[in-house]
């Protein structure tokens, strides 16, 4: 079946099947920083928004996407480069695996959360996991970006 | 392949009649459960265009539309009923994940390990099905599968006091027990879920407490009530043991 | 030092943080055939028939292959320097199955979908037979595994006894000097499998190239050695295959066998189509290789003065249905593990790997260190309180000093035992101490009745590289645009080798990280190296870039010699060369003159012109020089649940000169949390017909953020005179210590022993429970 919708603000026709997940339409059309890590929802990975939101691309069925607005890391480059460059400076970009998936989930944060504390922002970041950095760097980095962020 | 075709009815009457008229078809709610099923569906029924995602407040009831995601639950109903709602869902995955679970889903699925299903049994929930009509929680609980939609999840606002516990080792972990207490409109209930059996309410506790017994007396009587079983995260004996210490935890913490 | 000891940020950091497609998947060609393998549903079984037709006639499937269509070459899949100590037990295909998961058949189509289709069309007859599914009962266990099994190196592999290899290595009579013990330990402990759960899945794919080379594109370790098995299991000449690493998403170990590469090279070389693997996250989490699982016994003897004596350690090894990388992880449980308390004068090591029906086990970051480690380590805690003796004096009076020497250490000869050329691991323990608050919160402190919160403490150290076998040839080119090419076969598995083989060539060459650029894990364009294990990257690579660089620029000052025209002593500032008596010539200048014809004849009146300059290096030999750490856990303990909560964590650490500070610091968090996983988390479980059940990420549980306590990092620098600017390894040390420093921190909140892992509430409440109906 087609299914209409809008990714990175543009308009886009896909042919997909019934059950297909988003990740794999997304990756397919070459959306390629989508990753897939366990097709359940579980590492948090393949978060994309959808209407702002961020959820687990992999759980989202396409076809139910019609009329949407889906945003993945290739719509938020700046953005994107504002806290990844200060996860660089930490050393915390390890493999990179997870990056994109928390990059698109520290950027939700940031919307969604006034003024978080250290605790807060490791409750907010929870799901999504990371096998190599032991966390920290990621949420120093995260600390550093919401500080600079206030700062303008 | 999850299932063959897809379609999107936008009344009840039509989704309840799919449902009926293409056996083995599956209802799709949040999805996220469905690659457990080890046979392709020939059809998937999504529940999106059915509108049962409000959120609204009764003079006596918090009704949750079916449809409504568990983020969507702990953002707007967070400080309702000392945040139990929150805490029974805070161990589920990321935000992601829980922007997309669905109320009704991880009602309807009735899965043993459920904190939320503990929480939403002290609170005397009563569901709405589309053909069945209303239940009790606890009736469906012990209810054999049922083929129909759920639409509603009523809880009552006449809860003064509830607390929520549980137990696992790792924070995401399915829980290895929990407990609710709470001090509803119609009187103490005491709900010991992840047995690893799901929810069930211990009369025995809340007697004790209506005879003035203590919260660690109440503790015992419901693990010597309810029934507990080993499997392969937990042994049936630690779980008797946190039974003890959650139902005493909870009460405590409730103030009752 | 400019660029060693700065905290550079990663060279390739920006591509991944901006998604930029470098991993595996992203590279794959569009018409890639996508390949799975259908898998044994039993633990042991052998195939009587397989029936393919009604498979092959989906729609869009392309190829099964059995058994029957491989040669039968017997290898390993361990990705090892040859000869390899792994025993060749395995076969592409057999028409014996020996675990849940084992591959019964390769499928090839056009779509996945196909052929997940095709899979449930395959009709596979097993003769059902019964496992070995309890590792304690494989030795001399009338079921036997395997049958066909050649060895390169001698180590005991004796299948008729389900014994893969076996390591005794004995320094004097442990039973003589344990009679002079004032007090002895004798513990058993079990140490269990532990999954690498890396979050980019085992993958590859592979194609012919415009020149018919056979070339895999594959998330590994060690192309190297992908290459040669490649070769020999399908007969393909090494040099008409190119092995090549893209970025990897994590590894840790998880991705030095050949799980994939021989199988999609088969598809390819049958069909001459491109062909992709993906494992899903089952397969690579049950599928492939875990850390080993182990029984270890200790007998630690000390004396009152708090000196250790004596040691002895018996390991019984789980290596599941094959054994690759067996005999190796018992080497390293005696060697990077036994040196560490040099005052000893017996000791005593025997393990033994035994074939059992489950997951094989394979190269896990700490590779037996760690596992011995943890037996060690709470052997000495408790041979500490035994004594009446704190436990740092006693770590502090036994611990290995600057030239010391042992006989399990690397580097020794007939000549005489290795010693130790650096060590700061007696500063790293009084830091730890302070900036965890030990004085004022050992032993315990309560919190209220439920709740009481424990400190403890821990040692430990591995090796860098394999000394006396690991092999790291490296290239350092000088451009004629100024830049300089680093060529080096290191695999970089994200954390950063790349970065660091920059820092040590544009240190050795005066010049910034601007200036340098690496091309690194391809067959086919980089020398030798034996890939990323064995915590080698930085020390052995490091060391062939640093000699290489070195080689280069004393080419270079030859060089800027020649167009000088002068036979006087000649600086070089990266920039500039500049003689004694003050002439001058820039680099662009120099390279300017060199690349062009038009200038030779006015300054290579004997020599025509200069070659464009590149110098090789390698590095080999005999050492192995161990860091150092010490861990130190403060843990909380509900009485009532057993549940363990983490509060904060110390670790100090001595790998030599901190090439680059920021990556060192992710390097130690990371390695951490994944030993706090393997301590209180990380549970594997079966069931009773041998399924691995820790099947997915909420079946497995991984540490997250909110699992783990605040974590300070310090590093006490030593300068190893054999590393390069004077460091040494730090990939896998930093993984050991969470486990003996936590249980040791949970004795002392409770007073109760945990000898089994992961120490599990439910665990922790039973030893309470029975410390309890023992008083």
Redesign the interface.
């Known amino acids: 079946m087609t299914v209409t919708f809008w990714v990175n603000g543009r308009r886009q026709a896909w042919e997909v099947l019934p059950d297909e997940v988003l990740a794999d339409s997304l990756r397919s059309h070459g959306f390629t920083s989508v990753k897939k890590g366990c097709g359940q929802g579980a590492c948090g990975l393949c978060t994309v928004w959808v209407e702002d939101k961020p959820v687990p691309s992999c759980s989202v069925l396409t076809v139910r996407m019609a009329g949407k607005h889906i945003t993945t890391l290739e719509g938020v480059q700046e953005e994107a480069a504002a806290y990844g460059s200060l996860l660089v400076a930490e050393g915390a970009e390890q493999c990179g695996f997870c990056a994109p998936g928390l990059i698109m989930l520290v950027l939700a944060m940031k919307k969604e959360l006034k003024d978080p504390s250290e605790q807060q922002v490791r409750e907010y970041l929870n799901g999504n996991l990371c096998r190599c950095s032991g966390y920290y760097g990621q949420i120093r980095a995260a600390m550093n970006y919401l500080q600079s962020e206030r700062l303008g | 392949m999850i299932f063959k075709e897809y379609v999107c009815p936008s009344t009840l009457a039509e989704a309840y009649e799919t449902l009926w008229s293409h056996p083995g078809s599956v209802l799709l709610g949040g999805c996220t459960l469905l690659r457990r099923n080890t046979r392709t569906s020939p059809l998937g029924i999504d529940l999106g265009g059915l509108g049962l995602n409000q959120i609204t407040k009764t003079g006596t009831d918090l009704i949750l539309g079916a449809s409504v995601s568990l983020r969507e639950m702990e953002t707007s109903c967070g400080d309702l009923f000392d945040g139990a709602l929150c805490k029974a869902v805070s161990a589920l995955g990321g935000i992601p994940l829980r922007n997309v679970i669905t109320v009704g889903g991880t009602v309807a699925s009735r899965f043993g390990t459920s904190d939320l299903l503990t929480v939403l049994l002290a609170l005397d929930t009563r569901l709405q099905f589309y053909h069945s009509g209303l239940c009790t929680l606890e009736e469906y609980l012990n209810m054999p599968p049922l083929r129909d939609i759920l639409t509603e999840i009523h809880i009552p606002l006449g809860c003064s006091r509830i607390a929520f516990q549980s137990m696992r080792n790792a924070c995401t972990d399915y829980a290895l027990l929990n407990a609710a207490a709470a001090d509803t409109a119609c009187g103490l209930r005491i709900a010991v879920g992840a047995r690893p059996m799901a929810a069930a309410l211990s009369e025995a506790a809340a007697d004790c407490i209506n005879r003035g017994g203590t919260p660690a007396q109440a503790a015992e009587a419901s693990a010597a009530e309810l029934k507990f079983a080993d499997n392969h995260r937990a042994g049936g004996a630690y779980r008797r043991e946190l039974c003890l210490v959650l139902v005493e935890r909870a009460l405590k913490e409730a103030g009752i | 030092m400019n660029v060693v000891h700065q ?1 550079v ?2 060279i ?12 595996a ?2 590279l794959a060609p569009a018409d890639a055939l996508c390949v799975k393998f259908l898998r044994s549903p039993h633990a042991y079984a052998r195939i009587r028939s397989i029936l393919k037709d009604a498979a092959m006639k989906v729609p869009g499937m392309v190829l099964i292959l059995i058994h029957q269509d491989c040669k039968p070459v017997l290898h390993t899949i361990a990705a090892e320097a040859y000869p390899e100590g792994s025993p060749y037990d395995r076969y592409l295909l057999e028409d014996t199955v020996r675990y849940v998961g084992d591959p019964v058949a390769v499928v090839a189509g056009e779509t996945e ?1 196909a052929v ?1 289709e095709a899979m449930r069309l395959i009709e596979v007859d097993y003769e059902v037979l019964t496992p070995i599914l309890d590792f304690e009962q494989a030795l001399d266990n009338p079921i036997v595994l395997h049958q066909d099994v050649f060895t390169n190196l001698p180590i005991d592999n004796d299948p008729a006894r389900n014994i893969a290899a076996s390591f005794p290595w004995t320094r004097g009579d442990v039973d003589a000097e344990l009679k002079k013990s004032d007090a002895v330990v004798k513990s058993t402990y079990y140490v269990q499998a532990q999954l ?6 085992h993958r590859a794919f592979s194609y012919y190239d415009a020149r018919g080379i056979l070339t895999i594109v594959s998330s590994c370790q060690s192309p190297f050695h992908v290459q040669r098995i490649v070769s020999k299991t399908l007969e393909i000449p090494q040099y008409k295959i190119r092995v090549i690493k893209p ?6 170990g998880g991705k030095n066998s050949t799980f994939i590469e021989p199988f999609i090279a088969w598809v390819t070389k049958l069909t001459g189509r491109p062909a992709q693997m993906i494992f ?2 089952r397969e690579s989490l049950t599928c492939t290789n875990t850390r080993h699982g182990m029984r270890i016994r200790v007998t630690m003897g000390g004396k009152k003065d708090g000196t250790i004596n004596a040691i002895r350690l018996e390991v019984l090894a789980n290596t599941g249905a094959y054994g690759e990388h067996a005999i190796d992880v018992l080497a390293v449980a005696c060697k990077n593990t036994l040196p560490m308390y040099a005052k000893i004068s017996a000791v005593d090591y025997y393990g033994v790997q035994v074939y059992t029906n489950m997951v094989p086990g394979g190269a896990y970051r700490g590779f037996g260190g760690a596992q011995s480690n943890f037996a060690i380590e709470c052997a000495a805690n408790e041979l500490a309180h035994k004594l009446g003796i704190d436990p740092i004096a006693l770590r502090k009076k036994n611990i290995i000093e600057e030239g010391e020497s042992h006989p399990f250490l690397a580097g020794g000869s007939p000549a005489g035992d290795a010693i130790v050329r650096s060590t700061t691991l007696a500063r790293c323990i009084d830091k730890g101490r302070e900036l965890i608050g030990w004085d004022s919160k050992y032993p315990c402190r309560e919190l209220d009745g439920d709740r009481v919160r424990g400190v403890g403490m821990s040692v430990a150290m591995h090796g860098s590289s394999i000394g006396g076998m690991d092999v790291a040839d490296a290239e350092v080119r000088l451009n004629y645009d100024g830049g300089y090419t680093v060529f080096s076969g290191a695999s970089d ?4 080798a790349e970065t660091i083989l920059c820092q040590i060539a544009a240190e050795a060459l005066c010049t910034d990280m601007d200036h340098v650029w690496i091309v690194a894990a391809d067959t086919g364009t980089t020398p030798y190296d034996k890939g990323a294990y064995a915590s080698s990257s930085t020390y052995a690579s490091g060391n062939a870039v640093l000699k290489a660089a070195q080689k280069l620029k004393a080419e270079l000052l030859r060089g800027a010699k020649l167009v000088l025209r002068t036979e006087e002593e000649i600086l070089f500032d990266g920039r500039c060369f500049q003689t004694s008596s003050g002439k001058t010539l820039s680099l662009s200048e120099y390279l300017t003159k060199v690349t062009y014809w038009k200038f030779a004849p006015d300054y290579f009146a004997d020599e025509k012109t200069m070659p464009q300059l590149s110098a090789s290096a390698r590095h080999g030999g005999p050492t192995s020089p161990p860091p150092f750490v010490a861990g130190f856990a403060e843990v909380e303990v509900d009485r ?2 057993g ?1 363990v909560t983490l509060i904060d964590y110390a670790e100090v650490v001595d790998c030599g000169t901190v090439i ?1 500070p ?2 060192a ?2 390097q ?7 030993g706090m996983g393997y301590a ?2 990380e ?1 594997i ?1 079966y ?1 009773k017909r041998g399924r691995m ?1 820790s099947d ?3 079946e497995y ?8 306590p605040r ?1 300070q990092v310090a590093f006490e620098e030593s300068c190893e005179p054999t590393g390069p600017y004077g460091a040494k390894s730090l990939g896998e040390v930093v993984f050991h210590t969470p486990a003996s420093a936590i249980e040791e921190a949970i004795y002392n909140a409770v007073g109760v022993r945990l000898r089994s892992l992961p120490m ?3 665990k922790v ?2 030893a309470i429970r029975e410390k309890e109906g023992r008083q």
Do not use: C, W
Not at chain 3, 14 to 22: A, Y
Not at chain 3, 493 to 496: A, E, Q
Not at chain 3, 701 to 708: A, F, G, K, S, V
């Open positions: 905290s940020d990663k390739d950091g920006m591509g991944s943080v901006l998604g930029r497609p470098v991993y998947e992203d979908q997940l690498h759960a890396m979050t980019e899945t970025r990897v998403g994590g590894a840790f899903d996250r598995l994200g954390t950063g009532r649940t549940k680059n920021k990556l610091r992710i130690v968090e990371g390695g951490l949390v994944q209180l988390f549970e479980r069931d059940l997915s990420y909420t549980h991984i540490p997250r953020r909110l699992d783990i974590m599990t509430p439910e409440l039973a």
